[in-house]
């Protein structure tokens, strides 16, 4: 059993949900998101989504894509957000799910790629635009090295590649709350937990939900129907609106541990 399915089996015998933060390496600077990595881990993430910035981030949305900029105008690249995690991983014992475009991943390679990866101490991958239908030597390549694809899965995606992304990922299942882009929403639409039974009547993996979680309400709402929540956009905005702050890692750790406060 990998590290990430350990994490869900201990959240359900603790009969919690979990809570999955995503930062981007390099934003605002390499140094502050090894510190990010080691005070979300303190603040009470299960598992954290570690994101390579990208040129052409076509699944987020403004804040994300800002960050993915502001990290390439510094010149990080894989191998740094790579580094960032070993060193973090000195620290923390949390699961780590690199979350990339695949163009990085495919120029570095795919083997090495999972090879480093797993030196590095990530646990599992996410890659936004690769379907399933063309990551059979993907798969194959993070299974070698003991690491967990992990897929989104969206309102639009059809029954049969549901069960075909079932037959292939291992850790969790990442359920797209809404159609669209990344970014902090109001309201949770009511897709999501439609969207939760359809994975659950095909996968017995635990289902983590994201895009547009923003607040402590939320969370605690994803929590009712899935095994846990994504909390993107709204940690970024944080970081971007402090970037020049000098206790930005202790106000974004205070924001990550509002959102999963008990209510109350």
């Known amino acids: ?5 350990e994490t869900f089996t ?23 998101t090894e510190l990010l990595l080691i005070e979300l881990a303190a603040a009470g993430a299960d598992i954290i ?5 990208f040129s052409d981030p076509v699944a987020d949305g403004e804040t994300i894509q800002r960050a993915s900029e502001r990290a390439l105008r510094k010149g990080v690249t894989l191998s740094d957000a790579l580094t ?15 979350f990339s475009y695949f163009n990085p991943l495919l120029k570095f390679g795919e083997e090495q790629s999972a090879k480093e990866a797993k030196q590095a101490g990530v646990d599992a991958i996410l890659v ?6 063309e990551a059979e030597t993907w798969i194959e390549a993070l299974v070698q090295f003991e690491l967990d694809p992990i897929f989104l899965v969206a309102p639009t995606t059809s029954d049969n590649r549901l069960k075909q992304i079932a037959q292939q ?24 937990e439609q969207l939760v039974k359809r994975v659950q009547s095909a996968s017995d993996l635990p289902v983590a939900v994201g895009f547009g979680i923003s ?12 095994d846990a929540a994504v909390v993107g956009s709204a940690i970024v905005s944080q970081i971007e609106s402090l970037d020049n702050s000098a206790d930005l890692v202790k106000r974004v750790g205070e ?5 999963i406060a008990p209510a109350g």
């Open 49 to 53: 989504e570690l994101g390579v910035p």
């Open 128 to 133: 936004t635009d690769l379907i399933p239908e």
């Open 215 to 226: 607040t402590p309400e939320q969370v605690r709402a994803v929590w009712r129907f899935a």
């Open 84 to 98: 960032s995690i070993a060193r973090a991983k000195q620290r923390i014992d949390v699961p780590i799910v690199l």
């Open 1 to 5: 059993m990998s590290r990430i399915r």
């Open 169 to 192: 990922a291992r850790g969790f299942i990442y359920a797209v709350a809404r159609a669209g882009v990344t970014g902090a929403r109001d309201k949770m639409s009511r897709d999501a």
């Open 255 to 259: 924001f990550a541990r509002s959102l």
């Open 10 to 32: 201990s959240l359900k015998r603790l009969g919690r949900g979990g809570f999955i933060p995503f930062i981007v390496a390099g934003d605002p600077d390499l140094a502050t």
